[in-house]
């Protein structure tokens, strides 16, 4: 007698993907910190490196952008999706949220609450940017809607980023454009300092070395912390020591490894190219 076909086992909810996605490479310190908090997570990160940069696009194509690599990772049946991303986190969340039930975690609002639990009251804040992400509000937005009244300077810092991925972030030539970049912060009375681009964890050395005045405030950080207390708080964490990180993204050129390498030094079961089809 033939015996009868079993059916596949659905995966428990908890032990399902965690989702990170962002413009490019940058986000993979924000995968790197939700890694070191949360080592018993697998994780699933696409970097649309194809189209990077997202901050000199419409806010219709970001969103467009963004749609699209969610629904990869929805795919994958992830449990929670993170934008690590500031220009995404800045102008997509509600489209992301509009897709899904599963938690959406920006980076925006993360750093914000942590800068209004730590900063006095009326304190001078600096935040610095790519160009998108100043021009669009958002971390004014955040600090209004978290109550915070902190005075937020803000200053766009276009050439951090390919400094940073050239490898020049402890170089005379970083110290140069930083000087030029944060003095006017420093002259502001600035004591906390947001580091509003996924890039600048790996600048805040040189940074503390020229102004150890500064409290940096490192977005992706805060972000895994908040994560972490979401997915506790809704029965999601993954019981396991072992996990797995798979990296995708949408164009491989020869310097991606050594940027994966830069961004994120731990062991990865999966690093390939993968498509993402158009938000019809």
């Known amino acids: 007698m033939r015996g009868r076909c079993s059916r596949p086992r659905m995966m428990s909810q908890n032990q399902k993907s965690i989702g990170v996605f962002d413009s490019g490479l940058g986000g993979l310190t924000v995968l790197r910190e939700i890694h070191r908090q949360l080592p018993g997570?697998?994780?699933?990160?696409?970097?649309?490196?194809?189209?990077?940069?997202?901050?000199?696009?419409?806010?219709?194509?970001?969103?467009?952008?963004?749609?699209?690599?969610?629904?990869?990772?929805?795919?994958?049946?992830?449990?929670?999706?993170?934008?690590?991303?500031?220009?995404?986190?800045?102008?997509?969340?509600?489209?992301?949220?509009?897709?899904?039930?599963?938690?959406?975690?920006?980076?925006?609002?993360?750093?914000?609450?942590?800068?209004?639990?730590?900063?006095?009251?009326?304190?001078?804040?600096?935040?610095?940017?790519?160009?998108?992400?100043?021009?669009?509000?958002?971390?004014?937005k955040a600090l209004k809607g978290n109550h915070g009244s902190q005075q937020l300077i803000s200053k766009a810092c276009p050439l951090l980023v390919p400094l940073i991925e050239e490898g020049y972030a402890e170089s005379k030539a970083a110290e140069l454009i930083l000087r030029d970049y944060l003095e006017p912060l420093a002259a502001a009375g600035t004591e906390y300092l947001l580091l509003g681009c996924t890039h600048y964890p790996l600048i805040a050395i040189t940074i503390l070395r020229l102004y150890p005045q500064f409290k940096l405030i490192d977005s992706a950080e805060e972000t895994a912390i908040e994560l972490r207390t979401l997915l506790s708080d809704r029965g999601l964490m993954r019981d396991a020591q072992a996990a797995s990180v798979e990296l995708f993204v949408s164009d491989m050129t020869d310097s991606m490894r050594a940027l994966q390498q830069l961004f994120f030094q731990s062991n990865v079961d999966k690093f390939e190219v993968a498509q993402v089809g158009d938000d019809h």
Do not use: Q, W
């Open 41 to 140: 997570e697998n994780l699933i990160y696409f970097g649309d490196t194809a189209r990077v940069p997202y901050g000199n696009k419409s806010s219709a194509t970001i969103i467009r952008y963004s749609r699209e690599i969610v629904r990869f990772l929805l795919a994958r049946d992830v449990k929670a999706i993170v934008v690590a991303c500031n220009t995404a986190s800045s102008y997509a969340l509600d489209a992301i949220r509009d897709m899904t039930d599963i938690p959406v975690l920006g980076v925006i609002d993360p750093a914000v609450r942590s800068l209004t639990h730590k900063a006095k009251a009326g304190s001078v804040a600096g935040l610095i940017a790519t160009k998108g992400t100043i021009s669009s509000g958002a971390y004014e």
